[in-house]
């Protein structure tokens, strides 16, 4: 078995603990089978400033049957109750014949572009392509044959964890393993469509970077930027979220998804997360030096002669920084001054005679 590893590499950028947020814009259904709107979706996600694009790589046949039977309706209490998998699934996914033209689009601007494979065919398909990654959705987490397939490829391996317990994400990092993966990363999900921020449980992330060993990221469903840039200040290495153009524009997906001016100021607000995170840093920043001479210091304020005792009515704590350090105020109270001093003088250990 693969030992784990920190870090994954995808087309040459490495993702993990200390290295900026890997950040994914997520097409899915968004184009509406228009191509000219899937074109201009890679290229408003790269204007905004990702690292990456991703697609969803199946067909209507490869992940459910065509039928009406109860089994296959989409219950309540979803954006897509009372339709069947069949006719979501057909309208929601994305011509295979664009793939090859969308990754183009996207490494021409600068940015990655892989896929959902939702089986074999996909992953053969997208392997044609030389994919730098394969994600598995969470809904085929615990699809072990997917999961080991998709991992016997070599590439960096991405897996979203919504509805999954700590022993399916068990099961499914070991079958990575097993067939070869030694790049993986895990996506903190919850896999309901918007999600609610008190659902995200973003705490997890930490825990299983540290179970598994692995970069761990956010598949956020949430609406705005506020989830995410959370989620990084816990350590999150990736970050995927939809884009869509307009939210106006119906779609299976546009309910949860950000319009390019407000993916841009995600990624805004993530880059200025992780430069406000820093590292663990005492004592004064370059910035800060200067704020040195406005710290206190023991000043004379009154006139005092020489011989005269110090007290607390004589001298004190004040800005700025040019006396003694105010910790010394003990050991100068009741000391003569060995000079007269005038009223604004900054003391220093030669105004002070022997006890």
């Known amino acids: 078995m693969s030992a784990p590893s920190s870090c994954i590499n995808i087309g040459g950028r490495v ?12 097409v899915s259904a968004n184009h509406g089978h228009r191509f000219e709107d899937a074109v201009a979706l890679v290229k408003a996600a790269a204007a905004a400033g990702v690292d990456a694009v991703k697609l969803q790589t199946y067909t209507a046949d490869t992940l459910t049957l065509d039928s009406d039977q109860e089994h296959f309706r989409i219950g309540a209490s979803t954006l897509w109750a009372g339709r069947t998998l069949y006719d979501l699934y057909r309208e929601a996914y994305t011509p295979w014949e664009w793939h090859a033209e969308l990754q ?14 939702f089986d074999r065919t996909a992953v053969d398909f997208l392997e044609e392509l030389a994919m730098p990654a394969h994600k598995i959705a969470s809904f085929e987490l615990v699809d072990l044959d997917l999961v080991g397939y998709a991992a016997s490829t070599g590439k960096p391996l991405i897996i979203s964890t919504g509805m999954a317990s700590l022993e399916e994400i068990e099961q499914a990092v070991e079958a990575a393993r097993a067939h070869g993966a030694q790049q993986i990363a895990l996506l903190k999900c919850t896999s309901a469509y918007p999600s ?11 825990h299983l970077a540290e179970h598994f060993g692995c970069p761990v990221g956010l598949s956020d469903h949430t609406l705005g930027a506020d989830v995410a840039v959370a989620a990084v200040s816990l350590g999150a ?8 153009l307009s939210r106006a524009t119906p ?5 949860f998804s950000l319009e390019p001016d407000e993916f841009a100021a995600l990624v805004r607000a993530v880059r200025e997360t992780e430069a406000a995170l820093g590292g663990i840093s005492y004592g004064p920043g370059e910035r800060e030096r200067a704020s040195l001479a406005f710290r206190r210091s023991l000043f004379a304020v009154k006139d005092i002669r020489a011989g005269e005792r110090f007290t607390r009515d004589n001298i004190r704590s004040i800005r700025p920084a040019d006396g003694l350090s105010p910790k010394h105020l003990p050991d100068i109270l009741g000391r003569p001054a060995s000079c007269d001093l005038r009223r604004g003088t900054p003391l220093s250990w030669e105004h002070v005679g022997p006890q």
């Open 15 to 26: 993702i993990g603990p200390g290295r900026p947020a890997y950040l994914i814009a997520e």
């Open 104 to 117: 183009g689009v996207a490494n021409a601007c600068g940015v990655a572009l892989f896929s959902t494979a």
């Open 196 to 206: 609610q921020p008190s659902e995200m449980n973003l705490r997890t992330i930490p």
């Open 237 to 244: 290495c990736l970050i995927e979220k939809h884009i869509c």
């Open 251 to 255: 779609g299976p997906d546009s309910a």
